[in-house]
């Protein structure tokens, strides 16, 4: 069955020191992973996803298979980076989506 | 943009009653979700819908129904709310086919079962 581990629910940084929020996921297939955010009072909504390979809010996430990892890393946390994050694994065609546990991020400033 | 609308932000209902919970989308999205939010615990999929009249168990579908009569609404019921079953419950959709097509989510509902 498939799974994602997010195995820090609190990480708390100081403002302009890097992130890192970890996820690894279990699935012997091409995995499809997104990261999902949600800041206080609002919606959930995507971050973004491994295919994108691209940059959101300085936010990267690569996709490692040798490790099953896709950590979500910013250089420099800002306190608007606060929020909720969760990892989340979308297997071949099935439509079904795996989220982990969720990291709730702190950026002390 | 994608709008997913919640009928209720906040419902407080008793021990044994039959709830409805609503969720339209406005985007023509063939799959629609549900999904229940603990702390600790992530979001959980209780049922999820790929058309209309189709729907497949999630990972926690006990005690709760579902009904898609309409491509654009997806209702979730709890047929005998018990206490375990306040949470906060997300609605989501998508498009389906095409590569990693994201979920849309509602603003959510928080249920107090008293």
């Known amino acids: 069955a498939q799974r994602v581990t997010q195995p820090e629910k609190l990480l708390s940084v100081f403002k302009g020191a890097p992130v890192e929020l970890k996820c690894n996921y279990s699935?012997?297939?091409?995995?499809?992973l997104f990261w999902y955010v949600q800041y206080s009072r609002q919606r959930l909504q995507l971050l973004l996803r491994?295919?994108s390979r691209e940059s959101i809010k300085g936010f990267t996430a690569d996709l490692n298979k040798g490790e099953t990892s896709f950590h979500l890393k910013k250089p420099f946390a800002q306190e608007e980076d606060s929020a909720m994050y969760y990892c989340?694994?979308?297997?071949?065609?099935?439509?079904?989506?795996?989220f982990g546990t969720g990291t709730k991020l702190q950026v002390i400033p | 943009d994608v709008k997913v609308t919640q009928s209720s932000r906040y419902l407080v209902k008793r021990t044994g009653e039959k709830v409805f919970l609503e969720c339209v989308q406005d985007m023509d999205h063939e799959n629609m979700f549900w999904y229940r939010q603990d702390p600790g615990l992530g979001l959980r999929l209780i049922y999820f819908s790929y058309d209309v009249k189709m729907k497949e168990k999630g990972d926690i579908p006990e005690g709760y129904s579902v009904s898609r009569e309409k491509k654009e609404r997806f209702s979730l019921i709890l047929e005998s709310a018990s206490t375990n079953q306040t949470s906060m419950y997300l609605c989501a959709s998508s498009l389906y086919g095409g590569r990693a097509q994201p979920q849309h989510f509602g603003d959510g509902t928080r249920l107090s079962i008293l």
């Open positions: 491994h295919i």
């Open positions: 699935y012997s297939g091409s995995p499809e």
């Open positions: 989340a694994l979308k297997t071949g065609g099935y439509q079904k989506v795996t």
